[in-house]
């Protein structure tokens, strides 16, 4: 059932991409990285151009260096082989850091075509709740979007809002502030 | 005898009421309205306990207390002072001495005694105009013995039927708390139902995951809640009795912020569910869902007015988030807020008198303050100041009072004030974090028993309608369609 839901919405931001979809992230209006290579050549998310086989671009960290990503990339909070993303206050915009994390993050994605993502929208407590879910729900989507247009299959991925209700980090000053505006990648096998 | 004061009208039983109501209204119930304006003086002495045993003379104690409580928090009255009582010794309820009570220069005096035997209670009120020396009211409710409190507040709205304004005494709040969270790291809010003032709290929800914004419906049977239960934030309807709940929503998107239509029968919801942040409609059995705000920016917490007609909610359409207007099917559109950088979380005020709009506003120094909006006016006035910061309020079912969350050392608890920013008072409700409160919007318990009820006034009309505050017009409001 709700894999049914993952799978209708995922098509409905396939579409989205393609058209003229609402509210484009900005991230999309940024020179477009490298395209990571396609993880299945179903074509489920239509026609987006998705070139088989590339060279890794020079803003791009060879993915083998030094070890597995999986190694990489531990650190990430609660166990997440993925780091976080961090915005700007009451932004959902991309900045050109989440922008290179995210690169690594589809790449990482593309390796483990087993893997699913729930990518989590979520804010600093300087805001109030309903908005917060929304602009949370903003900074899941915008994080989401950009691993679509690297070649993600929409289906692997569902979008959560949490809004303020759970800071990574409880304190109430800039620093907590900062780590707290992120969007957050649950994976599960 | 009889000293004319301002502010004192006298209905001479039901013809009187019936012939002042609008043809129109003819089906509400005849509200026999006596205490008017607000500077009525009451006298409230203790409760007499009829026997003179140990649980009797408790209950009445409960029953003093508790009272005096509902009856001052509502800010319509002066009282006789506490400690003026003793002098004269105990009331005898259903035939007090006048001249005692017109020496400390009560208007009304409302006396009361009470019962205890073994489980059950019984409690008399006797409400009297002290100056014409006419019995107003007389109700006996039998019930439970360990209900003293919920005694109290039924015969605080019994006296408050006799004002311009509805009780609230025997409303609930519900609120979200993070107080049954092992781990405390924010993965599991329950819902949590209290008294109006803070106690008898008891949990409502045991699905161990987020569960935020509750909205009562307006019958007071339904609560209206988000849950990520099933991973998702949606927008659930659970029957307060039954306990029996519906997913309205579905997992399609981010769907919450659910507000009930003033007759109950939609719901209006911001959900990403066609993908960006937008205001849905839905019908209350979950079927009709339509987008009706359809704009690229992000749309939520939506409030309708209390006639149905306009929906207010927030949008950053103009940059920031503020609140905007539309009519419920979503025509138009206009800015309302234009003061402060973030204005969100609208509730409009049930009030038929006052049209205004509470929500959380950043006006300055960077905290979030409880504000309200005239809608004549357009003029904005603040009742939150210094308390840390405060938001997510919501409106007694009379209008004149709002219960809201504020974070203050670091935990968040609720609060009360009155409409105009006076009277602020923290509420106890227990351990944890407490939010994201909505108000019962009219009274649903049970447990007591009505034994005796007398009601009119063998007098004359006297003196004109008091204070501005209860001309004319249909005053205790609460939304009826």
Partial sequence: MRRACCFALSAALAASLLGCGPKRPSAVRHDPPPPPP???????????????????????????????????????????????????????????????????????????????????????????????????????????????????????????????????????????????????FAISP | MTRSRPGLLLVTGAVGALAAAPRARAQEPVRQIVITGTQQRLALPDCVPEAGDEASRQACETVTGVLRSDLAFQGLFRFVDESLYSALGQVVPDAPDFEDWQSLFANFLVATRARVTGETMEVELFVYAVDSTQRILTRGY??????????????????????????????????????????????IKELYIA??????????????????????????????????????????????????????????????????????????????????????????????????????????????????????????????PQLWLMDADGLNVRRLTRVG??????????????????????????????????????????????RGSCEAPAWSPNGR?????????????????????????????GPGNSVYPDWEPRASRGGLTLTRSAAGVTGRTDATAGGAESSGTDPWSRRSP
């Avoid at chain 1, 893997?115 to 602009?135: I, M, P």
């Avoid at chain 2, 509470?358 to 210094?386: K, M, N, P």
């Avoid at chain 2, 709002?402 to 008072?425: K, M, P, S």
């Fill in chain 2, 142 to 187: 039998s019930g439970r013995s360990d209900e003293a409190r919920l005694f109290a507040h039924r015969l605080a709205d019994d006296v408050m039927a006799l004002t311009p304004y509805e009780g609230i005494a025997q409303t609930r709040l519900v609120f979200s708390s993070d107080r049954d969270d092992p781990d405390g790291d924010g993965s």
């Fill in chain 1, 38 to 184: 396609v993880e299945d050549a179903s074509g489920q998310e239509g026609g987006l151009t998705r070139p088989d086989d590339v060279d890794w671009g020079p803003d791009i960290e060879p993915v083998d260096r030094g070890g597995t990503l999986d190694q990489e990339f531990l650190g990430g909070p609660e166990g997440s082989p993925l780091a976080d993303i961090y915005f700007e206050y009451d932004r959902a915009t991309l900045t050109p850091e989440a922008q290179k994390t995210l690169e690594h993050h589809a790449r990482w994605l593309l390796r483990h075509p087993e893997a699913r993502a729930v990518v989590e929208g979520h804010c600093d407590e300087r805001g109030t709740v309903e908005y917060n879910l929304a602009l949370g729900d903003q900074r899941a989507r915008a994080a989401m979007e950009y691993l679509l247009s690297l070649g993600v299959a929409g289906d692997r991925m569902t979008v959560v809002s949490y809004g303020k209700e759970r800071p990574v980090d409880p304190a109430s000053d800039v620093a907590a502030w900062a780590k707290n505006r992120r969007a957050h």
């Fill in chain 2, 401 to 429: 009072h709002l219960v809201f969350a504020c974070n203050r050392n670091r935990r968040w608890h609720l609060a009360l004030v009155d409409r105009l920013g006076h009277q602020l008072q923290t509420l106890d409700v």
């Fill in chain 2, 195 to 320: 008294d109006y003032d803070g106690h008898n709290v008891r949990r409502m929800t045991v699905n161990r995951s987020l569960n935020i914004l509750p909205a009562w419906s307006p019958d007071g049977s339904t609560l209206a809640y988000v849950s990520y239960r099933s991973g998702t934030p949606d927008v659930y309807l659970a029957q307060v009795r039954a306990g029996q709940s519906l997913n309205l929503t579905g997992s399609r998107g981010q769907s919450f912020a659910p507000a009930w239509s003033p007759d109950g029968r939609r719901v209006a919801y911001a959900s990403s569910r066609s993908g960006d942040m937008e205001i849905w409609i839905a019908n209350a059995d979950g079927t009709d869902h339509r987008n009706v705000s359809n704009n690229r920016a992000a749309d939520t917490a939506p409030t309708w007015s209390p006639n149905g007609r306009e929906i207010a909610f927030t949008s950053n359409r103009g940059g920031t």
């Fill in chain 2, 341 to 386: 950088s973030w204005s969100d979380g609208a509730v409009w005020s049930p009030s038929r008198i006052n049209s205004e709009i509470a929500y959380s506003s950043r006006l300055e120094a960077g905290t979030f303050e409880v504000a309200v909006i005239d809608l004549e006016t357009r003029q904005v006035r603040q009742l939150t100041t210094g």
